[in-house]
C-alpha cells in the first residue's frame, strides 16, 4: 500500500468544504472528489476513510458524506445561497 500523502489529505478535506460552502451545505459525492483530485475510486475513497477516521467528515456509506462537527461554512461569509421563485 502507498503511503499517505498529507497534501492530498488536506486538499480533498479543502475541496469538500468549499463545494459545501459554494452550494448551500451539500456535500460532494465520490464521483465528484475524483474529479477534482485526479484520483482513482480507490484512492478517492481511502482518503475519504482517512478524513473520516481523523473527525473531519461522518461517512457511513454510499451518499451519507457530511462535515463533522459545528463546521458551519456560511459564518465566514455570513450568507446562505436560497433560491428565488416569481420576479424581482
Do not use: H
Not at 480533498?12 to 468549499?18: A, F, G, K, V, W
Not at 467528515?57 to 459564518?75: M, S
Amino acid at each position: 500500500m502507498r503511503p499517505i500523502n498529507e497534501e492530498w489529505v488536506q486538499s480533498t478535506l479543502e475541496y469538500i468544504r468549499e463545494y459545501a460552502r459554494d452550494n448551500n451545505g451539500e456535500v460532494p459525492v465520490l464521483a465528484d472528489i475524483m474529479k477534482e483530485t485526479g484520483m482513482v475510486k480507490s484512492a478517492a475513497y481511502r482518503y475519504i476513510m482517512i478524513l473520516k477516521d481523523r473527525g473531519f467528515i461522518e461517512y457511513n456509506g454510499k451518499g451519507t458524506l457530511q462535515l463533522a462537527g459545528n463546521y458551519n461554512c456560511y459564518k465566514k461569509y455570513g450568507s446562505v445561497k436560497v433560491p428565488i421563485y416569481g420576479s424581482v
